[in-house]
């Protein structure tokens, strides 16, 4: 049975949790994270990073949460990842784009927002314009798209979706993102989603 070592409350093992739900391949998941005092030592030689979500395929280990995403689809017939180069290219760029362009401060606003305003770090005013400018961009592209890349659901709603709907949940200035918030809806009301975030 598939292993996913990481804890449920993680955005990046919800997205691993979710395309295995979606897919309704049988897994396990086990908390693993700082937290739980559990990712250095032996953990190490699995994921020399130290970091979640890893996943163990009987023997094969994979890391990287985006890397387990495409591993997936691809050994499980490619579901939700186009084998049209074109098409999958387009996947591939909003996966890069999330770690790309995104992630720093997504990972910025992430780690203070829960904090008293007066104790959030100094670059707070300028990683939330930052965080805002990236989501018009992906709000932007989304415009009249059911899906991340079109009318199906692809790896890259998977790799976004839990990631997004942090974002929008940040105590920050927001631009409007109505097609965001509305694709939100969408992959929010899916089973699969529900049971990959209730950790």
């Given at each position: 049975m598939l292993k996913v070592l990481g804890r449920g409350t993680s955005g990046n093992v919800q997205k691993?949790?979710?395309?295995?739900?979606e897919m309704a391949l049988p897994y396990a998941r086990e908390d693993y994270g700082r937290q739980f005092n559990n990712t250095g030592g032996d953990y190490l030689k699995l994921n020399p990073n130290g970091k979640v979500p890893t996943l163990d395929d009987?023997?094969?280990?994979v890391w990287e949460s985006n890397t387990?995403?495409?591993y997936l689809a691809?050994?499980?017939g490619g579901?939700?990842?186009p084998s049209d180069p074109a098409a999958r290219s387009e996947v591939e760029r909003w996966?890069?784009?999330?770690?790309?362009?995104l992630n720093a401060p997504y990972l910025s606003i992430f780690k203070d927002a829960k904090k008293p305003a007066a104790e959030?770090?100094?670059s707070w005013g300028a990683d939330s314009k930052e965080l805002g400018a990236q989501l018009?961009?992906?709000d932007n592209a989304m415009a009249g798209r059911a899906w991340v890349v079109g009318k199906e659901m692809t790896l890259a709603d998977f790799a976004l979706g839990t990631i997004i709907t942090r974002c929008l949940d940040f105590p920050i200035e927001h631009p409007p993102l109505a097609a965001l918030r509305a694709w939100r809806e969408k992959y929010a009301a899916r089973p699969a989603f529900k049971k990959a975030v209730a950790g």
């Open positions: 691993v949790v979710w395309l295995l739900e009987n023997g094969t280990i387990i995403l495409r691809n050994k499980n579901k939700f990842y996966m890069d784009w999330q770690l790309a362009s959030r770090g100094a018009q961009i992906f």
